[in-house]
Each structure stands twice: as structure tokens, then as C-alpha cells.
């Protein structure tokens, strides 16, 4: 099966099938959902994903090794997840 989420840096097996199992199916689908809410989408789902899939997904977006994302952007990540996690619970 060619599976074009795979051909991305970082994005493997298990990843790849927790992105096609929220409807995920495409480079050009992650792109329009974005990494955080494509993470949100598969955590919402049930799936055990740390972290490292957020920075995984980004660094696909960005084509660079998840660990090579500046600390800034990462951090950016997860404020921006919070931020949508509080408004969720309120």
C-alpha cells in the first residue's frame, strides 16, 4: 500500500494509521487541519499518542525531524493545545 502520510518525515506505521483513523488520509488533510488540531483529533479518539506525535505531525508539516523543531515552536505547540483544552472544559 503506497500510504503518502508514511512518505512524510517522522510519520510511520502507527502514526499514520491513528491520522487515517480520524480521516486524516493526505499530506494536503494535514496541512488544512494543522498539527495540533490533527493531534487533538487523535488523542480525542482514544489513541495512547505522547507528545511526540504533536511534534512529529509539525515537523512533517515543516519537513525537518520532530527533535530539530526550536524549543520556541514547541513551545508554541503546547500553549496553543492548552489554550484550546481550556476552552473545551469551560
Known sequence: MND????LK?????SAQW???VGIHSASDLRRLG?????RAVRTRG????KV???AIEG?????HWNDLPAERK???????DAISSRHKN
Open 10 to 14: 517522522n510519520l510511520g506505521k502507527t
Open 35 to 39: 498539527a495540533v488540531d490533527a493531534y
Open 75 to 81: 513551545e508554541a505547540l503546547n500553549k496553543q493545545l
Open 4 to 7: 503518502e502520510l508514511q512518505h
Open 53 to 55: 506525535l504533536l511534534y
Open 60 to 64: 512533517a508539516l515543516m519537513d525537518m
Open 47 to 50: 489513541f495512547r499518542a505522547s
Open 19 to 21: 491520522l487515517h483513523a
